[in-house]
């Protein structure tokens, strides 16, 4: 969430034909940004992992606005069309993305930012992204938070916060937040379950920015350290997409490169949705929603010599983007 508090990190899926991955997070995102703090916008799970299909490719938009301005331009428009559906076969067999991709996290940098507020009564606001925070009374007690997940906030010691999310009772994330002496950091020691019984780990320090006090406060990620290893696996979907499974909360993401947006297949919430859109041979572009609001929007290229893999990751709100860099397995 930057899917982590937490919220997990899965910031991990593209558009115009995802990536189907295995990931050490998503989810976050590293799901993200990696959804990390939000079960749905977090990393602490990037786990796609193919669902069957032999290969993933992308078919290009080949359709333009003036298609109908005349019988010779509708001819040459559906010329266009048969010639994008013999290259989307191609690109199905020898697409570039296609393979099993380990995440690189010393070349890769997560940016995180939370806001906590308080409103007096040992009630807060939590921020972890997007303008849309939370409620919550820092009593332990399970409590609504976003599309059905609830949250708990445990004041365990003065400068100690256990932060909980659950589904269905279930455990997604649990996020232990540890104040500096002076007030000035906050570690954030981040743990999200997997379908498999396996968990991913993260290690993030935030520093204050502007005033606040106790845990009150705008914290902006300083370092991060991840924990688990994270393999994203991307396989071809139908012939002309892109499929991933998401280990964290992101279910699998199937997308074919026509700007429609898909609904994710397993995903903790309901309304997770993925477009995708073709920059050219090495280069995707994806947007993610939630019940149609755009959670973050993604450019995933890869390299000319075909062995790392880059996925950059912009969440509304945010001036700095989360980039990840794999390697190819």
């Not at 990393?43 to 992992?49: C, D, H, N, P, V």
């Not at 002496?181 to 290690?203: C, M, Q």
């Not at 935030?206 to 350290?225: K, L, M």
């Amino acid at each position: 969430m930057s899917e982590v508090g937490e919220r997990p990190v899965w910031s991990g899926v593209f558009g115009c034909g995802q990536m189907d991955g295995e990931w050490g997070r998503n989810p976050g995102p590293m799901k993200e940004a990696i959804a990390r703090r939000n079960p749905i916008t977090s990393w602490g799970s990037y786990e796609a992992a193919a669902n069957g299909s032999s290969d993933w490719g992308w078919l290009p938009t080949c359709y333009g606005r003036d298609a109908r301005k005349g019988d010779v331009l509708t001819r040459v428009f559906k010329l266009m069309v048969v010639a994008c559906l013999v290259g989307g076969a191609a690109w199905a067999a020898d697409d570039p993305m296609v393979g099993n991709w380990k995440l690189n996290p010393k070349k890769s940098k997560l940016t995180d930012v939370m806001k906590v507020e308080s409103l007096g009564g040992n009630k807060y606001s939590f921020d972890f992204g997007g303008g849309d925070p939370e409620i919550a009374v820092a009593d332990g007690t399970d409590q609504p938070g976003h599309f059905g997940i609830m949250i708990a906030v445990s004041g365990d010691a003065p400068d100690k916060w256990t932060v909980v999310r659950k589904k269905d009772g279930k455990v997604l994330v649990i996020g232990v937040w540890t104040l500096s002496k002076d007030g000035s950091t906050l570690s954030d020691h981040f743990t999200a379950a997997r379908p498999n019984g396996d968990s991913t780990s993260l290690d993030y320090v935030y520093r204050r920015t502007g005033g606040g006090s106790g845990f009150a406060g705008t914290w902006v990620s300083s370092s991060e350290q991840v924990n688990s290893v994270v393999v994203l696996k991307v396989r071809t979907w139908e012939g002309d997409g892109l499929s991933f499974i998401s280990q964290g909360g992101g279910g699998t993401k199937n997308v074919k490169f026509d700007g429609k947006d898909y609904a994710n297949v397993g995903a903790v919430v309901d309304g997770l949705t993925a477009s995708a859109r073709r920059v050219n041979e090495r280069t995707v572009e994806i947007t993610d929603k939630i019940s149609g609001k755009v959670k973050d929007t993604q450019e995933i290229s890869v390299s000319a010599d075909g062995e790392t893999l880059t996925m950059t990751v912009h969440i509304p709100g945010r001036s700095d983007p989360n980039v990840q860099v794999f390697e190819r397995e």
